[in-house]
């Protein structure tokens, strides 16, 4: 499994386009 995106980390969570190729 790959996870492919931009992420934005906050104070409760993930933010940002994401992609999730099992």
Do not use: E, H, Q
Request: a positive charge; hydrophobic letters at 35%; zero cysteines.
């Amino acid at each position: 499994m790959a996870t492919i995106g931009t992420f934005s980390r906050t104070a409760n969570g993930f933010s940002g386009s994401v992609k999730t190729l099992n």
